[in-house]
């Protein structure tokens, strides 16, 4: 089992950068793939970036592509969200979630251990 904590989600102007952390306790952290999604107010939730168990492959949805960059630390049980570039449609309350598998994946149910969220709101 994986426990997750998301922080550093805040208000910023578009154009600016934010990095978001997800703190992950349980001895298997690093067998799972981890990914991040969001949920705008009314909307789905939807995939925003995956990394698998080791960091060597990364998928991102072509709506963050080039702005937004997962990574991980699997000796620190971290995986960080840089996101740049940000703009008002990025507002949503963003996820950590860690994926029963070692490859990265977009797919919403193959994620079984969720955060909190955290709230990043992009003004325009």
Same mark, same amino acid.
């Given at each position: 089992?994986?426990?997750?904590?998301?922080?550093?989600?805040?208000?910023?102007?578009?154009?600016?950068?934010?990095?978001? =952390?997800?703190?992950?306790?349980?001895?298997?952290?690093?067998?799972?793939?981890?990914?991040? *999604?969001?949920?705008?107010?009314?909307?789905?939730?939807?995939?925003?970036?995956?990394?698998?168990?080791?960091?060597?492959?990364?998928?991102?949805? =072509? =709506?963050?592509?080039?702005? *937004?960059?997962?990574?991980?630390?699997?000796?620190?049980?971290?995986?960080?969200?840089?996101?740049?570039?940000?703009?008002?449609?990025?507002?949503?309350?963003?996820?950590?979630?860690?994926?029963?598998?070692?490859?990265?994946?977009?797919?919403?149910?193959?994620?079984?251990?969720?955060?909190?969220?955290?709230?990043?709101?992009?003004? =325009?």
């Amino acid at each position: 089992q994986v426990q997750l904590v998301e922080s550093g989600g805040g208000l910023v102007q578009a154009g600016d950068s934010l990095r978001l =952390s997800c703190a992950a306790s349980g001895r298997t952290f690093s067998n799972y793939a981890m990914g991040w *999604f969001r949920q705008a107010p009314g909307k789905e939730r939807e995939f925003v970036a995956s990394i698998s168990w080791r960091g060597g492959s990364t998928v991102y949805a =072509s =709506s963050v592509k080039g702005r *937004f960059t997962i990574s991980r630390d699997n000796a620190k049980k971290m995986v960080y969200l840089q996101m740049n570039s940000l703009k008002p449609e990025d507002t949503a309350v963003y996820y950590c979630a860690g994926a029963d598998r070692i490859t990265a994946s977009v797919l919403l149910r193959e994620y079984h251990y969720w955060g909190q969220g955290t709230q990043v709101t992009v003004s =325009s």
